[in-house]
């Protein structure tokens, strides 16, 4: 297993398109959770999966964000005509949830940038 | 709401020298809390964590003491390394909800000289 994989790394588009960022995570891994990091900042929390429900969305989801797990197993997260305001690195990251003690392995990301 | 405060970058030093990167706190709950690592070109990874008050995180030279009374996990290495340089976040996760996601505080950039 060569760990969380995002694709693509990164994404130009021109403002008003579709975008979907896809996520595989590590494979036994239960949890999945998407951040967003601007430039200067640190990740911000999106959205999370355990297996493939959906459980909690952050305010910065809007409802041009979509994501979704299928199967629990790989996830995407859809944004509907993009904003250059959306422009931000995508990270991806997935844990073991076992008890109270997780680790999350994270993604190298996808770079949006939204012309 | 939680929130994680860290000190402002870049910190630059030279090789050898001691780093500190203040990182402080502010939870409702009994949280976990982290170090990250960004080198250029790569993803997040875990550098040490604690998950209780006077807990300390260790790796790779770095130690971070987890300090309730100051509500604080300031990050230290005694002799830094040129392949040190990188981004360094601190982050908390509320144990209580169980939601296993992280608040980050906005990173600080470390350049380490030869």
């Known amino acids: 297993d060569t760990g969380v994989s995002q694709n693509p790394r990164h994404k130009i588009t021109k403002r008003g398109q579709n975008v979907t960022f896809r996520c595989d995570p590590i494979s036994e891994h239960n949890r999945l959770y998407w951040y967003r990091q601007t430039l200067g900042q640190g990740p911000e929390f999106l959205t999370y999966?355990?297996?493939?429900?959906?459980?909690?969305k952050s305010r910065l989801l809007s409802d041009r964000f979509s994501a979704e797990r299928p199967k629990g197993s790989f996830s995407t997260l859809e944004i509907q005509r993009t904003e250059q305001g959306d422009s931000a690195m995508y990270l991806c990251?997935?844990?073991?949830?076992?008890?109270?003690?997780?680790?999350?392995?994270f993604g190298q990301g996808t770079r949006l940038t939204v012309v | 709401g939680d929130s994680v405060t860290q000190m402002e970058g870049p910190v630059t030093l030279s090789e050898e020298a001691f780093l500190t990167i203040n990182c402080t706190y502010t939870a409702t709950g009994y949280p976990s809390l982290f170090w990250y690592v960004q080198y250029p070109g790569e993803g997040l990874q875990l550098l040490l964590k604690a998950t209780k008050a006077d807990d300390k995180g260790s790796n790779k030279g770095f130690e971070a003491t987890y300090r309730k009374e100051t509500t604080s996990f300031h990050l230290e290495k005694g002799s830094v390394q040129v392949s040190d340089s990188a981004v360094y976040f601190c982050a908390l996760s509320d144990r209580s909800g169980n939601t296993g996601k992280l608040i980050f505080g906005q990173g600080t950039t470390l350049q380490v000289k030869p």
């Open positions: 999966f355990q297996n493939e429900a959906q459980l909690e």
């Open positions: 990251a997935s844990s073991l949830q076992t008890g109270g003690n997780t680790e999350a392995f």
